[in-house]
């Protein structure tokens, strides 16, 4: 079951010379595609890349994976994730799309005896206490995940637990706690091997946002009952697909090369649009990834230049009723990507009725999935009418090797632009900016230049 990507509507036959890509612009590119393609080949064979060989290097993992989320299932009502960025987006769109949408509503049977699962990926206190209020520590187990080991948040969170779980279970509290985080990096692998925590380790060469093919999406997603070995199938198979150098016969490459075009075009904006509930985060998701990868700043013989694109969600139908407007008669500043599904999980029939009315009676008969397809296509022709770049990516059915399919197809694709616009798109300077700030301003030792250069700034 092989996902497609249909970029007819970002070229110029269809849309008009002047406001789409021609063929033509994308051969002037080969030289740029090539470098490209070379570039994340050395990267690939120099381990540099790891993150691209997952689906192929866990073979241990996955059964250690499936074993302790099998002892998880066993002990535990919940199981809560406390981690941020990278280290939650992933579980949490990966659990919307396989998971049922009220996955935690339903009864544990209907969960195939499943725990609760709840991803804390903030530090709002009211949100914390909240989950306190639906939760019983003695019941839970938490997965504490940071590649770093050292996030100020996830490290805050992990703090708070662990002396509840202490005052609630003693010394036992160790086994409520898995650790996944970096091998040898960071102060949670000190505190996870002093303390005897289970751990699972991050490869060194997998950063934060292309890490949920790696156990940080893994063992949550196998606590809840998803096939990880399909997820991972998934992803081998798409790598197969994104594995040619022709850029015509390669998904990730083409979506690359005309969002590459398009911004030097002006589209400032990627907007992500799945027509499907189950895939709502998945937009959170590939919003970190695509605007954490690729939004930077370099230098050019002295000169500094800026790149990226924005990410914006929206969600199908809902959002038509929200942002289209904008889409169809706003600035021509972005790429709009549906996401489509051709099969739902459920059907729904929409009952006849008011035979005599025919602006109500002509929705009987029909299902919500017709309706829903019908409106993104409806969505999809008023913006190729309005003359709007937009591409759409087409699932079959949402399951988890299709789910393995988009998450690989969008983080090559990301890698790719990367390597295309010349950065390096698994760094982020600007975000440890911030991380060392917070750690300064929290009095953590060995920032107090940092604290006093924060000190130095205009007062408001
Ligand atoms: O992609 C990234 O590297 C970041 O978004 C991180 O995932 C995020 O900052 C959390 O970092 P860590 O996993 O080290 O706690």
Known sequence: MRIRFDYNNMMSDMIGEEYGISKEQILALQPKIKAAIEALKEKRKAGKTEWRDLPYTQ????????????????????????????????????????????????????????????????????????????????????????????????????????????????????????????????????????????TFYIPAGVGGRFSELSPVGLLPAAVCGIDIEELLAG??????????????????????????????????????????????????????????SLGKKFDVEGREVYVGQTPVKALGVTDQHSQIQLYTE?????????????????????????EDMPAVSFLGGHTLGQLLHAEQMATEYALYKAKRMNRTIILPEVNAFTVGQLLYLLEVETAFAGELLNINAFDQPGVEEGKNATYALMGRPGYEEKKAELEGRPKK
Not at 129 to 153: C, P, Q, Y
Request: proline residues 4%.
């Open 330 to 354: 706003g600035p021509f500043d972005k790429v709009i990507t549906f996401i489509k599904v051709e099969n739902f999980r459920s059907q729904v029939d929409i009952p006849k009725g008011y």
């Open 59 to 198: 073979a241990d993992v996955v059964k250690d994976i499936l074993a302790t989320a099998e002892a998880i299932k066993n002990r535990f009502e919940s199981f809560v994730v406390l981690g941020i960025g990278g280290s939650a987006l992933g579980p949490i769109a990966v659990h919307q799309a396989l998971n049922h949408l009220h996955y935690n509503e339903l009864p544990r049977e209907k969960r195939n005896g499943c725990p609760r699962f709840y991803v804390v990926d903030n530090i709002d206190p009211e949100r914390m206490r909240a989950l306190f209020d639906i939760i019983d520590v003695k019941s839970t187990a938490f997965n504490v995940i940071t590649k770093s080991g050292s996030t100020s948040e996830t490290m805050a969170q992990f703090l708070i637990v662990r002396d509840m779980l202490k005052e609630a279970v003693g010394d036992e509290y160790r086994e409520h706690i898995i650790a996944t985080t970096d091998a040898e990096k960071g102060n949670l692998i000190r505190i996870a091997r002093e303390e005897g925590f289970k």
């Open 235 to 292: 992803a081998a198979y798409m790598d197969e697909l994104c594995s040619k150098d022709d850029v015509f016969e390669n998904p990730a490459y083409m979506a690359a090369v005309l969002q590459y075009i398009a911004m030097k075009q002006g589209k400032n904006i990627s907007v992500m649009m799945p027509y499907a509930d189950s895939l709502k985060y998945m937009a959170d998701w590939y919003a970190q990834l695509w605007a954490e």
